[in-house]
């Protein structure tokens, strides 16, 4: 059956081969990696040991060698202990180097022991990296950029640039679950929120989506959890969307179920459609014009139907918002907010709707509660609705967003204010005015039939449009090509005046017009009356209030205090691997070359990225042992969603469509059943709490053999070891016809000593912004590509409008045809500085620390299972039911404690309820580990005392934690344990500084109380209109108690 499945040189050991000395496991490796044709030797080609110019001799001799090599090692700076220290902590865990607990951890069959094909890091140091990839990203050709298609040139500000794009104490933090040291970020976001509600016109909106395109795909799937998407399974989309967007729909749509119809909206009659649920239209739409669509949204809403609109939110700036037209839904980018366009991205994505649809709502929602003092609080509600809690019933999949891309657009209309953004609109429209104007009066015909905001067409069939737009391309000049015969010219902010003439003399000078004529239009930056927006909007005060940069520095500077992140100590979220996101591998993205680069930039034009990105995808397939990878999934739930109907691509190339069954363990993530159900799959649990059992295994795939497609197995277990029957585990899988899909999250505990392919999975997708280095950003972006074997290959992602080099048959998943190609240089610094024996030891450091924690703090709590040698992997888990059952104190307690020490909590109650699951990384010295160990035990002392009565159970350190200044420095204290017991329960607190939470405990259930009473005004959730609902607040401030299970206490453990 095996051989059936897959090429010779992919096949997973047989049973015989299962026991095998480990030399003839050698020899299985290296016929593994041979079966990788497609990879080169990255260390040669991006090696630094070439031709010296140095004599024989001298090349030669060992000695010079080391004395000479680069003193900017990157290795050392990246891996936490110290030699001595590694010695130590080996000590602490009982083995006798670090080759012995690898050993111990990790299952002889599946170690690999060839080295990973990556540059040689430590003959280049961080500075030889760096200008080996200036280098390459040099052959970029940065051209004025005509295209817009939904990217356009932004100016972002310099001060936002500085104090948050390019700040640790930004782009180093978690996503917001931790409402108390998050207050900084959540009150951006919620300025994010208020921003899109107030430029669509709509009551509510998200904390950001991926991208332009898989928002509008959220829509329809939104559209079809508000309708009986049995009896009405249409959606239809406007030819005038962009086509990346109708690609991305495209393929969505046919494993959802719905049947999606493109077409002209204006000649498509709605009311002969009863199966119609929903219509998407663009605004304005792809070809620049705007157009009205209140008819079209009455006739849908007569039928039942719903209509999405597509919007640039620039252009909302100046023309009436789509809730005056009807819409039940707007989706769009923000990326023209002060946001680079990063060769596709990633920038945010955005949704918004109405207060009855919020329950049905994809991605996080920031709101508002009340912290135990009764004072306003912000934090993530409705939580209820996510993949981490809903599982397959959740709204979607989405997990990762694009937090940092969102604060980035919130300060973006925060320093220009209401004021400056109509004057960039005005601008805009009038830099498209002219040129309008200055091509009618050379004798060149317009082709855009009506009103227009930046965007002109024109008739360009006498010197035929495509060469048209090939000799430009040639002058540094990108139009877009719309077919034979017309071409457009897309206006934004980085324009300048010369610009127009300058363009206008290059189609002159191609031929272009040449005659003479005259133009009607009117250069004064209005837009036409029919579509001018006439009400106020964004009349709060954070966006008319600052006007210097010192005030706006210092806002930003205020938000930042309020948040822990790693500039301040180690975050420590198991199945996040919140490691260190170095300077060097991040400096690369604010490059002109790599921040201003349009996504359909001609090929001539982008060779210095392509050559980028296609090495990345090369380094990524030695790392996980297969064939080829795709990098245009945009986030991890991505990369399932994509990996998955490779799966099914592949299923249905050899007829076997059919196929639906996905096998599920029980720890796996959220977003796991969450992208299995998107992809119209059958769901079949199994439990693993002590490691999957074999014959229950085997008998549950028997059952489905007819019907199993796929198997989703993380490895090492999120349970936090690696499970030794795991290759005999997929060899089942195969042999009922399945494939085997390994969920990357826990990659970092992989990295060049065993990989997704030696242990026989078929596809994995990677967390780029985890295992890789790219910082997670407070909750985005992220990079989730998938890698595959051979057999897979061809059914790998694709794109329409530009086909990356490893586009296979599959479609579009995301907008940009390789995803979020702007960070994508962040892994190929890591990879690149690390070499193979910094990437390898990554992994091998990250197993120490976490080993090393474990026996620090097993002898104080109860560690769950581990390996048969007591060996975690990279993270280990701390089950607090005993706890929890003598004391009262929960997991939430010891969490919101923590914050006290100065220290994030780890994870929480996942995969095993009421415990804390911890992984340290590899970027942990030994003295930030015991800092963090010496808590954890001070804090178990701190639980004796409530179980031997010395504090009573409802007023100890722990339920009333985190503690404030406020609350410090009040002339009252009515607590039975000190001050100082409060806020400096250990003394590094005084020597490093104190970290103090800006808000007491938030109520984690008063939002969503609120938005289940019908979301009455003031709706101040999600809308910020109101600020308090003060009979609430004083009740519930009187009342306040622990909620358990109120949100809070669930990680979102995918990001």
């Given at each position: 059956?095996?051989?059936?499945?897959?090429?010779?040189?992919?096949?997973?050991?047989?049973?015989?081969?299962?026991?095998?000395?480990?030399?003839?496991?050698?020899?299985?490796?290296?016929?593994?990696?041979?079966?990788?044709?497609?990879?080169?030797?990255?260390?040669?080609?991006?090696?630094?040991?070439?031709?010296?110019?140095?004599?024989?001799?001298?090349?030669?001799?060992?000695?010079?060698?080391?004395?000479?090599?680069?003193?900017?090692?990157?290795?050392?700076?990246?891996?936490?202990?110290?030699?001595?220290?590694?010695?130590?902590?080996?000590?602490?865990?009982?083995?006798?180097?670090?080759?012995?607990?690898?050993?111990?951890?990790?299952?002889?069959?599946?170690?690999?022991?060839?080295?990973?094909?990556?540059?040689?890091?430590?003959?280049?140091?961080?500075?030889?990296?760096?200008?080996?990839?200036?280098?390459?990203?040099?052959?970029?050709?940065?051209?004025?950029?005509?295209?817009?298609?939904?990217?356009?040139?932004?100016?972002?500000?310099?001060?936002?640039?500085?104090?948050?794009?390019?700040?640790?104490?930004?782009?180093?933090?978690?996503?917001?679950?931790?409402?108390?040291?998050?207050?900084?970020?959540?009150?951006?976001?919620?300025?994010?929120?208020?921003?899109?509600?107030?430029?669509?016109?709509?009551?509510?909106?998200?904390?950001?989506?991926?991208?332009?395109?898989?928002?509008?795909?959220?829509?329809?799937?939104?559209?079809?959890?508000?309708?009986?998407?049995?009896?009405?399974?249409?959606?239809?989309?406007?030819?005038?969307?962009?086509?990346?967007?109708?690609?991305?729909?495209?393929?969505?749509?046919?494993?959802?179920?719905?049947?999606?119809?493109?077409?002209?909206?204006?000649?498509?009659d709605f009311t002969a459609m009863p199966k119609l649920c929903g219509a998407l239209v663009q605004y304005p739409d792809t070809n620049g014009v705007l157009q009205d669509y209140s008819g079209m949204a009455d006739t849908l809403h007569k039928n039942?139907?719903?209509?999405?609109?597509?919007?640039?939110?620039?252009?909302?700036?100046?023309?009436?918002?789509?809730?005056?037209?009807?819409?039940?839904?707007?989706?769009?980018?923000?990326?023209?907010?002060?946001?680079?366009?990063?060769?596709?991205?990633?920038?945010?994505?955005?949704?918004?709707?109405?207060?009855?649809?919020?329950?049905?709502?994809?991605?996080?929602?920031?709101?508002?509660?009340?912290?135990?003092?009764?004072?306003?609080?912000?934090?993530?509600?409705?939580?209820?609705?996510?993949?981490?809690?809903?599982?397959?019933?959740?709204?979607?999949?989405?997990?990762?967003?694009?937090?940092?891309?969102?604060?980035?657009?919130?300060?973006?209309?925060?320093?220009?204010?209401?004021?400056?953004?109509?004057?960039?609109?005005?601008?805009?429209?009038?830099?498209?005015?002219?040129?309008?104007?200055?091509?009618?009066?050379?004798?060149?015909?317009?082709?855009?039939?009506?009103?227009?905001?930046?965007?002109?067409?024109?008739?360009?069939?006498?010197?035929?449009?495509?060469?048209?737009?090939?000799?430009?391309?040639?002058?540094?000049?990108?139009?877009?090509?719309?077919?034979?015969?017309?071409?457009?010219?897309?206006?934004?902010?980085?324009?300048?005046?010369?610009?127009?003439?300058?363009?206008?003399?290059?189609?002159?000078?191609?031929?272009?017009?040449?005659?003479?004529?005259?133009?009607?239009?009117?250069?004064?930056?209005?837009?036409?009356?029919?579509?001018?927006?006439?009400?106020?909007?964004?009349?709060?005060?954070?966006?008319?209030?600052?006007?210097?940069?010192?005030?706006?520095?210092?806002?930003?500077?205020?938000?930042?205090?309020?948040?822990?992140?790693?500039?301040?100590?180690?975050?420590?979220?198991?199945?996040?691997?919140?490691?260190?996101?170095?300077?060097?591998?991040?400096?690369?993205?604010?490059?002109?070359?790599?921040?201003?680069?349009?996504?359909?930039?001609?090929?001539?034009?982008?060779?210095?990225?392509?050559?980028?990105?296609?090495?990345?995808?090369?380094?990524?397939?030695?790392?996980?042992?297969?064939?080829?990878?795709?990098?245009?999934?945009?986030?991890?739930?991505?990369?399932?969603?994509?990996?998955?109907?490779?799966?099914?691509?592949?299923?249905?190339?050899?007829?076997?469509?059919?196929?639906?069954?996905?096998?599920?363990?029980?720890?796996?993530?959220?977003?796991?059943?969450?992208?299995?159900?998107?992809?119209?799959?059958?769901?079949?649990?199994?439990?693993?709490?002590?490691?999957?059992?074999?014959?229950?295994?085997?008998a549950l795939c028997e059952t489905h053999k007819d019907n199993l497609a796929a198997l989703m197995v993380t490895y090492p277990s999120t349970r936090g070891f690696f499970e030794d029957d795991i290759k005999e585990i997929c060899d089942i899988v195969?042999?009922?016809?399945?494939?085997?899909?390994?969920?990357?999250?826990?990659?970092?505990?992989?990295?060049?000593?065993?990989?997704?392919?030696?242990?026989?999975?078929?596809?994995?997708?990677?967390?780029?912004?985890?295992?890789?280095?790219?910082?997670?950003?407070?909750?985005?972006?992220?990079?989730?590509?998938?890698?595959?074997?051979?057999?897979?290959?061809?059914?790998?992602?694709?794109?329409?409008?530009?086909?990356?080099?490893?586009?296979?048959?599959?479609?579009?998943?995301?907008?940009?045809?390789?995803?979020?190609?702007?960070?994508?240089?962040?892994?190929?610094?890591?990879?690149?500085?690390?070499?193979?024996?910094?990437?390898?030891?990554?992994?091998?450091?990250?197993?120490?620390?976490?080993?090393?924690?474990?026996?620090?703090?097993?002898?104080?709590?109860?560690?769950?299972?581990?390996?048969?040698?007591?060996?975690?992997?990279?993270?280990?888990?701390?089950?607090?039911?005993?706890?929890?059952?003598?004391?009262?104190?929960?997991?939430?307690?010891?969490?919101?404690?923590?914050?006290?020490?100065?220290?994030?909590?780890?994870?929480?109650?996942?995969?095993?309820?009421?415990?804390?699951?911890?992984?340290?990384?590899?970027?942990?010295?030994?003295?930030?580990?015991?800092?963090?160990?010496?808590?954890?035990?001070?804090?178990?002392?701190?639980?004796?005392?409530?179980?031997?009565?010395?504090?009573?159970?409802?007023?100890?350190?722990?339920?009333?934690?985190?503690?404030?200044?406020?609350?410090?420095?009040?002339?009252?204290?009515?607590?039975?344990?000190?001050?100082?017991?409060?806020?400096?329960?250990?003394?590094?607190?005084?020597?490093?500084?104190?970290?103090?939470?800006?808000?007491?405990?938030?109520?984690?259930?008063?939002?969503?109380?609120?938005?289940?009473?019908?979301?009455?005004?003031?709706?101040?959730?999600?809308?910020?209109?109101?600020?308090?609902?003060?009979?609430?607040?004083?009740?519930?401030?009187?009342?306040?108690?622990?909620?358990?299970?109120?949100?809070?206490?669930?990680?979102?453990?995918?990001?």
């Open positions: 059956m095996l051989s059936k499945l897959r090429p010779a040189a992919t096949l997973v050991a047989s049973k015989a081969e299962r026991s095998v000395t480990l030399r003839a496991l050698s020899a299985l490796n290296r016929v593994h990696l041979r079966a990788q044709a497609t990879a080169t030797n990255e260390a040669a080609k991006y090696g630094a040991t070439g031709n010296t110019g140095l004599s024989q001799t001298s090349a030669a001799d060992p000695k010079l060698k080391e004395l000479l090599q680069p003193v900017d090692s990157f290795a050392p700076r990246h891996l936490g202990p110290s030699k001595a220290e590694l010695a130590d902590m080996c000590k602490t865990i009982g083995v006798k180097d670090l080759a012995e607990l690898i050993e111990q951890t990790i299952p002889a069959t599946v170690r690999r022991d060839l080295p990973l094909d990556l540059p040689d890091g430590l003959n280049l140091g961080e500075a030889g990296s760096l200008e080996l990839l200036k280098s390459i990203l040099s052959k970029n050709v940065i051209a004025k950029n005509y295209i817009g298609m939904g990217y356009h040139g932004s100016l972002v500000p310099s001060v936002v640039a500085r104090n948050l794009l390019e700040n640790p104490g930004w782009y180093t933090a978690y996503t917001p679950y931790q409402a108390e040291i998050s207050q900084g970020r959540l009150e951006s976001i919620f300025n994010f929120q208020t921003l899109v509600c107030e430029l669509t016109g709509m009551e509510v909106a998200n904390a950001s989506l991926l991208d332009e395109g898989t928002a509008a795909a959220e829509a329809m799937a939104m559209i079809a959890r508000t309708v009986n998407s049995k009896t009405k399974n249409q959606f239809f989309v406007s030819k005038d969307v962009h086509p990346q967007s109708i690609d991305v729909l495209k393929l969505r749509a046919k494993y959802f179920g719905m049947e999606l119809i493109i077409g002209d909206h204006k000649s498509t039942g139907a719903h209509l999405v609109v597509s919007a640039d939110p620039l252009a909302l700036v100046a023309v009436k918002p789509p809730s005056e037209f009807g819409a039940d839904i707007v989706v769009g980018s923000m990326q023209r907010f002060g946001v680079p366009m990063w060769f596709g991205g990633p920038s945010a994505a955005y949704m918004a709707t109405s207060k009855k649809q919020v329950r049905r709502m994809p991605g996080r929602l920031i709101g508002e509660s009340i912290d135990r003092y009764g004072n306003a609080a912000y934090r993530l509600t409705l939580q209820t609705r996510e993949q981490h809690i809903r599982l397959d019933k959740a709204t979607s999949n989405v997990c990762t967003a694009q937090v940092l891309l969102a604060n980035m657009a919130a300060m973006y209309a925060i320093y220009n204010r209401t004021s400056g953004l109509k004057r960039i609109a005005a601008r805009v429209h009038g830099l498209a005015q002219l040129f309008a104007s200055e091509i009618e009066k050379a004798g060149v015909k317009l082709a855009t039939a009506g009103p227009f905001f930046d965007t002109v067409a024109f008739d360009a069939s006498a010197v035929g449009a495509a060469s048209l737009v090939e000799k430009l391309q040639a002058q540094g000049v990108n139009l877009r090509l719309l077919d034979d015969g017309l071409v457009s010219a897309s206006f934004d902010e980085s324009h300048v005046e010369r610009d127009i003439g300058n363009l206008v003399g290059a189609l002159k000078g191609a031929g272009v017009g040449g005659g003479s004529g005259s133009s009607s239009i009117t250069v004064d930056g209005k837009v036409s009356a029919d579509f001018a927006r006439t009400k106020p909007f964004l009349q709060q005060k954070i966006f008319n209030s600052i006007y210097s940069e010192t005030e706006m520095m210092r806002y930003m500077h205020c938000l930042q205090l309020k948040d822990l992140a790693l500039d301040k100590s180690m975050i420590s979220l198991g199945s996040c691997t919140m490691k260190l996101n170095s300077v060097s591998s991040l400096a690369p993205a604010s490059w002109p070359e790599v921040a201003n680069m349009h996504p359909f930039a001609p090929p001539s034009q982008t060779a210095g990225y392509v050559e980028m990105l296609e090495s990345l995808e090369k380094f990524l397939v030695s790392v996980t042992g297969f064939s080829a990878c795709s990098l245009q999934p945009t986030s991890g739930a991505s990369g399932e969603y994509a990996g998955l109907l490779v799966i099914r691509k592949f299923l249905e190339n050899k007829g076997e469509g059919h196929r639906n069954v996905c096998i599920i363990p029980r720890s796996a993530h959220g977003t796991n059943p969450a992208s299995a159900a998107m992809c119209d799959m059958q769901i079949k649990w199994i439990e693993d709490s002590k490691g999957m059992d074999l014959k229950e295994f085997r195969h042999e009922f016809g399945g494939q085997v899909y390994m969920d990357g999250a826990n990659m970092n505990a992989q990295l060049g000593l065993t990989s997704p392919g030696l242990i026989g999975a078929d596809v994995c997708h990677l967390n780029l912004h985890k295992t890789f280095s790219i910082p997670h950003g407070g909750g985005g972006p992220g990079l989730g590509p998938i890698c595959v074997r051979e057999h897979l290959a061809p059914h790998l992602p694709s794109h329409v409008v530009r086909k990356p080099s490893s586009g296979g048959s599959l479609g579009a998943v995301s907008a940009a045809p390789w995803g979020q190609a702007g960070i994508a240089c962040i892994p190929w610094m890591f990879c690149t500085m690390l070499g193979a024996q910094g990437v390898t030891d990554s992994a091998r450091y990250a197993i120490l620390n976490a080993n090393y924690m474990k026996a620090r703090l097993e002898p104080h709590y109860n560690i769950c299972a581990t390996n048969g040698n007591n060996k975690c992997s990279h993270e280990f888990i701390m089950d607090l039911s005993d706890v929890r059952k003598s004391s009262g104190i929960g997991e939430e307690d010891i969490a919101k404690r923590l914050q006290d020490y100065g220290f994030h909590a780890p994870t929480m109650s996942w995969p095993v309820p009421h415990s804390l699951m911890v992984e340290p990384t590899e970027s942990e010295d030994k003295g930030e580990l015991d800092r963090f160990c010496d808590a954890m035990i001070a804090i178990r002392d701190e639980i004796r005392k409530v179980e031997d009565g010395t504090w009573p159970m409802d007023d100890n350190p722990l339920k009333m934690a985190p503690h404030t200044q406020a609350e410090l420095c009040a002339s009252e204290w009515t607590h039975p344990y000190s001050r100082e017991v409060a806020a400096f329960p250990v003394p590094w607190l005084l020597q490093r500084g104190k970290f103090w939470p800006t808000v007491g405990r938030v109520d984690n259930s008063l939002g969503d109380e609120n938005s289940s009473s019908g979301w009455s005004e003031p709706f101040w959730i999600l809308t910020r209109r109101g600020l308090a609902l003060a009979e609430q607040a004083t009740r519930l401030s009187n009342t306040f108690s622990d909620t358990e299970g109120g949100g809070m206490s669930w990680m979102s453990t995918h990001e």
